[in-house]
């Protein structure tokens, strides 16, 4: 039997690192058998579903890197489909039309509540022979009144439920458009799914739809409830805890395989094993092993995480994504050094690439004004020599490499008789604009002699100025 597995989003807002969670470990699972994952896009709720939500999933998707075998198949275009099987469904005698209206509803709610009893469908319709004129009926399902359903949880357990506790739920609303537990019930009998990895909060709904697969004379497939994230204060995690979209980590700098790593060990581990490739989480993940209980999140670790992505990923993959990161600040690469190199440069200091691209900016942007603090402290009189003697020297230099560029900033140091960083933090400056930069000499090596030439030259001018 070839395993195959969902991801069914449904498109009313951005890709939920939640959401994110589950696509993954349905990902893994197909990947760690050989089956097949299917996208699929639950957009049924035509009020609440957006073109941009659909789009945040599908980026969000192939941001991670999480591809998919089949799909994405839209719901939208298969109401077709779901009429013929609530059709089957009515015409076999397990559905049925029900006629009544709110304010009856809510009277047998109230009637129910005062008898202390749960508050449910009776199921009065249940025998109708006759529509009732002038209304437009919903169809329910006839759940089964006796016995029980077990949803034998992958993660879980066994879940028992009395069949005499769920009530006869709606299939198709008065305009006839399905709900949620009909379209989902018929796309994963359709597409022939053989795992259903999804959040906990659908556990309820499984019951539901195990009777509706049997109703159908198909196999139910086996269920997967991932406990919910949570955030630092406990409660589930949302947008009040900051960044819960997907595109929203890529914004802020991180790699994605470093966000896969951080959703696979919430809620999994394997030993005390923090770093795990795709291959390994392909090799090592199994559903069964994934905790019960919820798991909160941590911006902390994903960080620490990040930067170990960052520190051990090869330059051209870094490279890969922090080109983006330029893009954003709209600067043309082809001025300055490859961004691997930048990467290598940066790889060992920097946490995220929005670090990264920021500190990197000089090396494209030229200087044209300098952080005040900075410039009064470094860029005056008493720097003005040293900055006339590295010109000199450095335009002489015969090779443009870190080392000899060492040498002379050491020479350079030794014959004012001061310290090194009171030759290196000028030029700092002055290519800079600030006082923050990897080693100066390697620095140097890759900005190129004639873009630091230029920069010392207008620092030096700019200190003229400032005296005249
Ligand atoms: N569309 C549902 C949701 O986004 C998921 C349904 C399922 O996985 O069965 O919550």
């Not at 009515?90 to 709110?102: F, I, M, P």
């Not at 392909?282 to 941590?298: G, H, P, R, T």
């Not at 691997?340 to 990264?356: D, F, N, P, S």
Request: hydrophobic share 35%.
């Amino acid at each position: 039997m070839t395993i195959r597995t969902r991801f069914a989003p449904s498109p009313t807002g951005y890709l939920h690192v939640g959401g994110a969670r589950t696509a993954l470990f349905s990902w893994l699972y197909a990947r760690k058998h050989g089956g097949r994952f299917v996208l699929r896009i639950e957009d049924t709720d035509l009020e609440r579903s957006t073109a941009e939500s659909v789009q945040a999933i599908l980026d969000g998707m192939s941001w991670l890197g999480l591809d998919y075998d089949e799909g994405p198949f839209y719901q939208t275009q298969r109401f077709d489909r779901y009429k013929e099987i609530i059709q089957q469904l009515l015409e076999q005698g397990d559905a049925y039309h029900c006629y009544c209206s709110k304010d009856e509803l809510e009277e047998m709610r109230e009637q129910q509540r005062a008898n202390k009893e749960k508050p449910r469908y009776d199921g009065r319709c249940r025998e109708l022979t006759e529509p009732k004129p002038g209304i437009e009926p919903v169809i329910r399902f006839k759940n089964p009144t006796t016995g029980s359903v077990i949803v034998r949880d992958m993660i879980r357990g066994n879940v028992e439920f009395k069949n005499a506790e769920l009530d006869d739920l709606i299939i198709a609303r008065p305009d006839g458009t399905p709900t949620y537990n009909l379209t989902v019930v018929v796309d994963d009998m359709d597409m022939q799914m053989t795992h259903v990895i999804r959040g906990d909060d659908h556990l309820n709904n499984s019951p539901r739809q195990i009777n509706i697969f049997k109703a159908l004379g198909a196999e139910p497939p086996k269920f997967a409830h991932v406990p919910m994230i949570l955030g630092d204060d406990g409660a589930r995690l949302s947008k009040r805890h900051g960044a819960v979209g997907v595109m929203s980590y890529r914004d802020q700098g991180y790699l994605p395989e470093a966000l896969l790593n951080y959703l696979v060990r919430l809620g999994w581990s394997h030993g005390d094993q923090e770093i795990f490739s795709i291959q390994e989480m392909i090799e090592l993940f199994d559903i069964e092993d994934v905790n019960k209980a919820a798991s909160s999140f941590n911006t902390e670790k994903l960080l620490w995480l990040n930067q170990q992505y960052i520190k051990n990923s090869t330059p051209t993959h870094i490279a890969d994504h922090l080109a983006w990161h330029m893009q954003q600040h709209d600067v043309d690469i082809s001025v300055g050094p490859s961004l691997e190199k930048i990467a290598v440069l940066y790889q060992e200091r920097a946490k995220t690439l929005v670090e990264m691209a920021e500190s990197s900016l000089f090396f494209y942007n030229k200087v044209t004004s300098f952080d005040e603090k900075a410039a009064m402290k470094n860029l005056n009189q008493a720097s003005l020599p040293l900055l006339q003697n590295m010109q000199s020297r450095l335009s002489a230099l015969s090779e443009w490499l870190a080392e000899p560029i060492h040498t002379e900033i050491k020479a350079c140091a030794d014959m004012h008789e001061v310290g090194m960083g009171k030759v290196a933090q000028p030029i700092r400056v002055a290519i800079t604009g600030n006082t923050v930069s990897p080693s100066l000499d390697v620095t140097l090596e890759l900005l190129g002699r004639e873009r630091t030439l230029a920069a010392i030259e207008f620092a030096i001018d700019w200190i003229n100025n400032q005296d005249s």
